[in-house]
């Protein structure tokens, strides 16, 4: 019996990960009760957001310009290309470990069953960037799931097809887990102690 | 070195309870890859609720009119009025007994501390309600906490001025308990437990 309106934000705020009924509810009731500036202020940026941001034309991050900080950078070391799957676990190595190289955002993993492929994981992008010659090494820090390894697999035949030296990251990641919740400390050691992919 | 856009949008989305910066960091890219339609529409939702909701005249619950739904209703029973300190205990109550009365909704409790007393909770107008003749049971459903006794103990006093018989949730509350999180079975025996106030 609450107001339309009302019942129609709780309704939506469900979107968000990780929000079930009951903290959608406080959430609405929240922002309405104490801070109704700043909700309107997070419904511009939110509106503007899903406009306005799009993919890098390099390394396919979220970007609002065609290409991100990273990749206009001309501070960062060009000759290493990291693949991740996604803009959070590019965020986590980067908070993590002092790798001043370029990344290459997934946004996703292989799954063929679910109908993912190289295409959609814009692979044929970065075999471009491997055959322009610039990368030496390509680190793959996909996750040490079970999509994950397969990705990893795909991408280090990939690089060498290209001439290009794979490198995964040390096992020191929990089995099955995802990168982007593993703890600052083992991802910086992981990071640090990745070996080249065997033959 | 995100998007500074998305910074602000990751920045923006902790204004919402419980939300750290990591489920920040999360809702945002989880809306970008997945859902930028429904992130549209709850911005939007967001934008427009807070602009168009206001009180109810009448009870002080959220409403996008001058009256809300219940309190427009003419199937309630009129001589009965509720207390609660909050739209969500309203809603808890509404969802977990078969109360058929009005609502008062106090929106916080008094709290001399922190500048909260009668004229921030509204009670002048729920004074004037009681003075109307009308209301026969002034039921206090103010939480089991120190500040909800001392609102509950003067509301008590206020009815009895106005010739109303206050009564008060039965003590099946979890002591120190918000009555937002207490569940639907314990909600609905302390509300049809409820006893006189005594003198
Ligand atoms: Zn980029
Ligand atoms: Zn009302």
Excluded: N
């Excluded at 509106?47 to 609002?64: K, L, M, N, P, T």
């Excluded at 471009?128 to 035949?157: D, K, M, N, P």
Aim: charged share 25%; proline share 5%; aromatic share 4%.
């Amino acid at each position: 019996m609450s107001a339309p309106l009302l019942d129609q934000l709780i309704a939506a705020l469900r979107i968000l990960p990780g929000v079930g009924p009951k903290s959608a509810q406080r959430m609405a009731y929240h922002v309405l009760e104490r801070d109704r500036e700043r909700a309107a202020e997070l419904a511009r940026l939110l509106a503007e957001a899903v406009e306005v941001i799009g993919r890098c034309e390099s390394c396919r991050d979220f970007s609002q310009d065609p290409l991100c900080r990273v990749c206009q950078s001309s501070g960062r070391e060009r000759s290493q290309l990291c693949v991740v799957e996604s803009p959070a676990d590019r965020l986590a190595i980067e908070q993590a470990t002092g790798f001043r190289g370029l990344y290459f955002v997934l946004l996703g993993r292989l799954s063929p069953l679910d109908g993912i492929g190289p295409q959609e994981l814009g692979l044929e992008h970065l075999g471009q960037r491997l055959a322009a010659g610039e990368i030496s090494e390509l680190i793959i820090a996909t996750s040490a799931t079970v999509e994950g390894e397969a990705t990893a697999h795909y991408l280090a035949q990939l690089a060498r097809r290209h001439g290009v030296q794979p490198s995964r990251l040390a096992q020191g990641l929990p089995l099955g887990g995802e990168l982007e919740y593993v703890d600052r400390g083992t991802l910086s050691h992981a990071f640090g102690s990745r070996a080249e992919v065997p033959r």
